[in-house]
């Protein structure tokens, strides 16, 4: 650390915020929650293992009294089904009959996860220098720009800056017959704020966990930055989100940290169906579609509910569709924001036609700064200026 003295600078010896052995807990317990998915127990053991290797707590401050206050401050509750509530009643007064409790997360630690995912990757946004996300566009909004213009017919009175208006009256009229006219009114300009209704998909397919990489958890934390983001500071927005797999189905904000990859197949026309549908709904003009998949269309649900499925990939078949929803969503102003997690040429070239045939975005990225360009780009989308 520097410090600034008369002559110039000073280095001292870094020293770590003071943490209690709770709070450094709890922030390894908080990743750990989100890899498995909301099973406390998994996160538990997989806690067990770490301090077994890292010597995390000691006689003073164990993982027992750890998961004591987890409870007691509202993070986990025990729950007892009826099997364990019926043996404890028989064997009162006996600890092992009484049964052990199912550990669950509680809506607290489930909003503190977004709040903590909105933290990691909205504060690496920042720090980046990609900073606030300006189109240079004006209108009518409640942004200030810092510039002014003429009155113009329509202009809200609380937009009128009334020094401004008063010193071009004196310039234009004089201090001896002073007037104020329509002409003497300028305006201080302000951004416009676009209302923006945004369905985020992701894909739970089983790709998302091949060859041993996790593509999952990043997609979860950016889903519950952006939920946090969105239901914080863009309260008049809409967020939906929905998951993809044979078949899509919507979500809960509050389930997202509980989300699997589960043994399915990669149904992108599904889930780009379900996504038009929901949007179809929203007044708002200004909608959108976010996707994070590994772009491997492999299953499309027949008109006589069967599954049409090919594992290897990109059937010619299943592309087209794909196109054709990609098409299908131009037509309606709905464009299409994809975020390719993974890097094989031939599933990329896809990727480039489909957003060529919707003439929206691609972004092809590993998983390091996924979370990083989804903000950028809600922050772009919002603020614009909608013509026709």
Known sequence: ??????????????????????????????????????????????????DKEYELTDEDYTIDDFIEDLKAKGF??????????????????????????????????????????????????????????????????????????????????????MTESLRNAQVNHGLDSFSLNEDDLVVEDTHYKAQMSTVLMIDISHSMILYGEDRITPAKKVAMA????????????????????????????????????????????AGLQLAMDMLRRKRNTNKQIFMITDGKPSCLRLPNGDYYKNSVGLDEYIVEKCYAMAQQARKLHI??????????PYLMQFVREFTQANKGKAFYTGLKGLGEMIFEDYEQNRKRRIKG
Do not use: C
């Not at 009826?82 to 409790?101: K, S």
């Open 335 to 344: 464009p299409i924001t994809t975020f390719m997690i993974a890097e094989d």
């Open 1 to 50: 650390m520097a410090m600034n003295t008369r002559k110039g600078f000073r280095f001292t010896t870094y020293e770590a915020p003071d943490q209690t052995p709770f709070e450094k807990l709890f922030e390894i317990f908080q990743e750990l929650i989100t890899h498995t998915s909301g099973d406390v127990e998994e996160a538990l053991d997989w806690l067990r293992e770490l």
């Open 226 to 269: 952006l939920a946090e983001l969105i239901t914080t500071r863009y309260p008049k927005d809409t967020l939906e989100i929905l998951v993809f797999g044979n078949d899509a189905w919507p979500i809960p904000i509050k389930d997202l940290p509980y989300l699997k990859v589960g043994p399915y197949h990669t149904n992108t026309v």
């Open 76 to 161: 986990i509750r025990e729950e007892f089904d009826m099997d364990d509530r019926e043996a404890g009643e028989g064997e009162e007064g006996d600890e092992e009959g009484r049964g052990q409790g199912n550990l669950s997360i509680t809506a607290k630690l489930e909003r503190m996860l977004r709040q903590r995912a909105l933290e990691q990757i909205f504060g690496k946004l920042k720090r980046s220098g990609a900073g606030n996300h300006r189109t240079g566009k004006s209108g009518r909004g409640d942004e200030h720009t810092g510039d002014f213009r003429e009155y113009r017919f329509g202009d809200s009175l609380e937009s009128i800056s």
